[in-house]
């Protein structure tokens, strides 16, 4: 099976910078994903990454290490509606997703 | 294009009744996918089609469990014989496999069983 490892719960303030950490199993990997999940809503995809580095879209990069099985995502300039779970997902070699259990980062005032 | 469609979205039914679950996915999309959530849990892999070909089931699902696409486009997912431990939303989503796209995946909204 495939084990995906991140942090359970993290609180950060408006306005900061907050990295999300997540590590794989390298084996029969082919991606890896970040979706955001809003309580009570459906996961939307965030970022991917399938080559080593950082990848950035506005607020949000998402960085990959391939030889570490290591992943994370990174959010500045932290609003309120950040506020979610944030879900690493590994796919592997037959373009399966695997999702982690995900971070629940909770933004205070 | 309307998205991943799910019905029903909410299911209610008693021990040992069997449901079925209806997943509409996004027209060109190849790959559809189900998964199952608890609550603070992330999406747990159920099973996932390529077109209409069943490509893997989890090996922690029952034989109760049983999903189908057999048009290669809109899908079923069925439990027979409801637990109480059943009870989750179950996630549809859909995708597209292609060469040069990331084949991210397009949830729908989940049908949310409850098994008394």
């Known amino acids: 099976g495939q084990n995906i490892d991140q942090p359970t719960e993290m609180t950060a303030t408006e306005g900061a910078i907050v990295q999300i950490n997540c590590t794989y199993q390298?084996?029969?990997?082919?991606?890896l994903f970040w979706y955001q999940q809003h309580a009570g809503e459906a996961p939307t995809f965030l970022s991917y990454?399938?080559?080593?580095g950082l990848e950035e879209k506005g607020r949000f990069s998402s960085f990959l290490s391939r030889s570490k099985g290591y992943s994370y995502l990174l959010l500045k300039e932290l609003q309120m509606k950040d506020s979610a779970s944030y879900l690493c997902?590994?796919?592997?070699?037959?373009?399966?997703?695997?999702f982690g259990a995900g971070t629940r980062l909770f933004v205070k005032a | 294009d309307t998205g991943v469609s799910q019905n029903p979205r909410h299911k209610i039914t008693k021990r040992g009744q069997n449901v079925t679950f209806r997943c509409d996915p996004i027209?060109?999309?190849?790959?559809l996918y189900w998964y199952r959530q608890t609550l603070g849990q992330g999406p747990e892999f159920l099973t996932y089609?390529?077109?209409?070909?069943?490509?893997?089931k989890s090996r922690l699902l029952s034989d109760r469990f049983s999903a189908e696409r057999p048009k290669g486009s809109f899908s079923t997912l069925e439990i027979q014989r409801t637990e109480q431990g059943d009870s989750a939303m179950y996630l549809c989503?859909?995708?597209?496999?292609?060469?040069?796209?990331?084949?991210?995946?397009?949830f729908g909204e989940g049908s949310r069983l409850t098994v008394l």
């Open positions: 990454n399938v080559l080593d």
């Open positions: 390298t084996s029969g990997f082919n991606g």
């Open positions: 089609f390529q077109n209409e070909a069943q490509l893997e």
């Open positions: 997902a590994e796919t592997t070699g037959g373009f399966k997703t695997i």
């Open positions: 989503a859909s995708s597209l496999r292609a060469e040069g796209n990331t084949g991210e995946l397009f």
């Open positions: 027209s060109e999309h190849n790959r």
